[in-house]
């Protein structure tokens, strides 16, 4: 086969499998699958007046709100190394090396992708993040709904706010899917549409600067996170955050051991040697927020 079929194929399917995952978020109508009144996007212009006494609990999206053993982010790479094959016509070799040195270079593929390619970011999203067949995954989660709807509902915590390297789109289809899109005030996520071809996101402080902004926050010490990523963490702890917590996923929700999972985004041994600082607590999953942090469940 040409590499012309084969490109051509490839996008075929892709254009299919983006047609799937449209139908099917249209036809969810099961609770917290919509987003709330007001829900707020990077994209919105008018300004939110900073809040001195606003408490914000921020939550990563992937591998945190759902847990790294899904499998996803195996087929989050899988589509990257299509993508990085098929549209930039990368032999196989350079593709992995590509992938394996991104990601810790720039802190997300795409940017990478941007600075030595010259993508569109905006239709790299659309073939990677947006074309992943997750909807058979991600289900709706009573758990994680229990857990978040007490932070809301103790009155210790005043908005639930996502802070995502990922697009808007993928984010959304997320929490839709797993039943929690209404308990969130809004989003901050990398945006793509940047003019100046840099794209900005965690661990970088200007990100961070931003979701404070965006988020209406007036007080980092006011601020609480939750990451899987140990540079990300490492980041907004520094600012000087209240308290931010790790997902090292190692048991599943019954206490099951779990085989050793390794991500790009795992720390070297360099990093780890630094250690984690003081405001940093390490947990399992969301669900061991009430335990690691019993005075936001009162």
Known sequence: ?????????????????????????????????????????SLDETPVEMDPESKI?????????????????????????????????????????????????????????VQNFNIDPLKYNMMVDDSLEIGHILKPDLKLRKVL?????????????????????????????????????GITFT?????????????DHRFFERVKRESGLGDWNNAFFIDDSFANIQSAAALGMNKCFLVTETTTDDGSKLRELKSIDDPDEKEMEKGLLGNVVVVNSVLDLPKAEPQLFI
């Open 149 to 185: 709807l007490q932070l809301k509902e103790d009155n210790q915590i005043d908005k639930l706010w996502l802070c995502t390297n990922a697009y808007v789109n993928h984010a959304v289809r997320c929490i839709k899917l797993l039943g929690i899109a209404d308990l969130f005030d």
């Open 1 to 41: 086969m040409s590499e012309f079929e084969t490109r051509t194929n490839y996008r075929t399917q892709i254009e299919q499998q983006l047609l799937k995952n449209r139908a099917q978020l249209n036809s969810l109508d099961y609770e917290g699958s919509q987003l709330k009144p007001g829900f707020r996007t």
């Open 191 to 203: 945006q793509y549409e940047s003019s100046s071809r840099e794209i900005i996101c965690k661990p």
């Open 57 to 113: 609990f921020y939550f990563d999206i992937d591998n945190t709100l759902y847990r790294r053993s899904t499998g996803i982010q195996e087929m989050m790479q899988d589509a990257i190394y299509h993508y990085v094959r098929n549209e930039l016509s990368i032999p196989p070799r350079t593709a992995n090396y590509i992938m394996n040195t991104y990601y810790k270079q720039y802190g997300l593929m795409a940017a990478g992708l």
